[in-house]
């Protein structure tokens, strides 16, 4: 292969991986809320406050809920990495999840990516 042809198929694979990766960031996006689970007893309750999860990290049984608290002038929600669950934004509220199966389930705020915070449930 000449110089001119593999120069010529690096841009060419180039400019297709910045497409790629510039659709890929226009569809994706906050999945659907999932409806809180209302009328459940939490066995552990995160508050949602000053751009932190607190605690960040929670341990429940299959079967048990969480609560997350919302508290303070600015919005957030819990959106899980699978999509599992996902709350409106909100400033003040709660939101419920019961997690039926065990796991590791991350998740984070979907306007402030570094409030992170895991479910473990086992």
């Known amino acids: 292969m000449t110089r001119r042809a593999l120069r010529s198929a690096l841009a060419t694979a180039a400019i297709a991986a910045l497409l790629a990766l510039g659709l890929a960031g226009c569809s994706a996006g906050k999945?659907?809320?999932v409806p809180s689970d209302t009328g459940v007893e939490p066995a552990v309750t995160v508050?949602?406050?000053?751009?932190?999860?607190?605690p960040a990290h929670v341990s429940v049984k299959p079967g048990q809920?969480?609560?997350w608290v919302f508290e303070g002038p600015d919005q957030h929600d819990v959106v899980a990495g699978d999509g599992s669950f996902v709350s409106e934004l909100m400033s003040s509220g709660e939101y419920v999840h019961v997690f039926a199966t065990a796991?590791?389930?991350?998740?984070?705020?979907?306007i402030h990516p570094e409030m992170t915070g895991t479910v473990t449930v086992g």
């Open 31 to 33: 999945p659907d809320p």
């Open 65 to 67: 809920a969480v609560r």
């Open 103 to 110: 796991g590791d389930f991350l998740y984070d705020c979907s």
């Open 47 to 54: 508050r949602v406050i000053d751009n932190t999860f607190e």
